[in-house]
T-cell receptor, first 113, second 112 residues
Framework: DAGITQSPRYKITETGRQVTLMCHQT?????MFWYRQDLGHGLRLIYY???????DKGEVPDGYVVSRSKTENFPLTLESATRSQTSVYFC????????????FGPGTRLTVL | DQQVKQNSPSLSVQEGRISILNCDYT??????FLWYKKYPAEGPTFLIS?????DKNEDGRFTVFLNKSAKHLSLHIVPSQPGDSAVYFC???????????FGGGTRLMVKP
């Protein structure tokens, strides 16, 4: 189906482990984004990508790594998970042209014990 | 320092009445504003937007008002329906680039 998907939807891991959250979109949108949602903070941008092989930091990038070898995929890796990274993570995509509407995936709820 | 603020974490409204959700911003470079709606266990979905060249934009039951001098925008929902119960985020962006800055969200509860 067309759209934007995230996997896994739920993940429990332990402090210090590496975790990768996957994001896949079928619209061929140029832009892709990773956000985290925490109570009281709304959605905060972690990393974004303007095109394949182009990525840049957002507001809260520390502890995260991204890559974008293909336009449709934008994985987010927590290299050594910490409890403060317990959150709901949303991936989004958007067109290069037009004005800024972003399309969000369903989210991944990550718990770091 | 939050550049986009939604000062009301929650709002409760009776079905059929008007819901007014507010958003304030501090960055004068913001020139395009969006509202997103989020149901539990789902991603946010785009609702309505407004450019800084306008002061009002309507889409059915939803109207967004922009007061540039006050750096304030509001979303009006008339009439409110129980299905409108969700978290609403406002977002803003400057005239270049695709980065959105989101507010903290307001949880709207519409009571039957």
């Amino acid at each position: 189906d067309a759209g934007i998907t995230q996997s896994p939807r739920y993940k429990i891991t332990e402090t210090g482990r590496q975790v990768t959250l996957m994001c896949h979109q079928t619209w061929s949108h140029s832009y892709m984004f990773w956000y985290r949602q925490d109570l009281g903070h709304g959605l905060r941008l972690i990393y974004y990508s303007a095109a394949a092989d182009i990525t840049d930091k957002g507001e809260v990038p520390d502890g995260y790594v991204v890559s974008r070898s293909k336009t449709e995929n934008f994985p987010l890796t927590l290299e050594s998970a910490t409890r403060s990274q317990t959150s709901v993570y949303f991936c989004a995509s958007g067109r290069r042209e037009g004005r800024n509407e972003q399309f969000f995936g369903p989210g991944t709820r990550l718990t770091v014990l | 320092d939050q550049q986009v603020k939604q000062n009301s974490p929650s709002l409760s409204v009776q079905e059929g009445r008007i819901s007014i959700l507010n958003c304030d911003y501090t960055n004068s470079m913001f020139d395009y504003f969006l509202w997103y709606k989020k149901y539990p266990a789902e991603g946010p979905t785009f609702l309505i937007s407004i450019s800084s060249i306008k002061d009002k934009n309507e889409d059915g039951r939803f109207t967004v008002f922009l007061n540039k001098s006050a750096k304030h925008l509001s979303l009006h929902i008339v009439p409110s329906q129980p299905g409108d119960s969700a978290v609403y985020f406002c977002a803003a962006t400057p005239n270049a680039g695709n980065m959105l800055t989101f507010g903290g969200g307001t949880r709207l509860m519409v009571k039957p």
